[in-house]
C-alpha cells in the first residue's frame, strides 16, 4: 500500500506547530522544575499541559487522516489496510 503524506491544511498545520511549541515550553518548564523542589501539584499542572497538547495534535492529524486517507481508501480498495494501520497506530495509545 502506497503511504500518503502528511495533508493538514496550512491553518490547522499552523495551529498544530503553535500546539506544540506550548507542549516543548510546558515540558522545559517541568525539565527546569525537576531541578528544583517543586510542588507535586504544580508538576501534574504542567504535565497535564503536554499531555493535553499533545492529545489535541493527535487529533487533528487523526481527523485529517480520517478525511483524506481512509475515505478514499474505500473507493481504491484498501480499506481493510487502512482500518487495519490505524488500528495498529490506535494500540499505542
Known sequence: MPRGHLHLEPKVRQEARLRLLSA??????????LEGEPYCVDVL????????????????VLRSHLEHHVASAALRGEAKEMVDELMEVLKCR
Open 45 to 60: 499542572k504542567q504535565l497535564k499541559a503536554v499531555q493535553g497538547a499533545l492529545d489535541k495534535v493527535g487529533e487533528m
Open 24 to 33: 516543548k515550553g510546558h515540558l522545559e518548564g517541568v525539565i527546569r522544575m
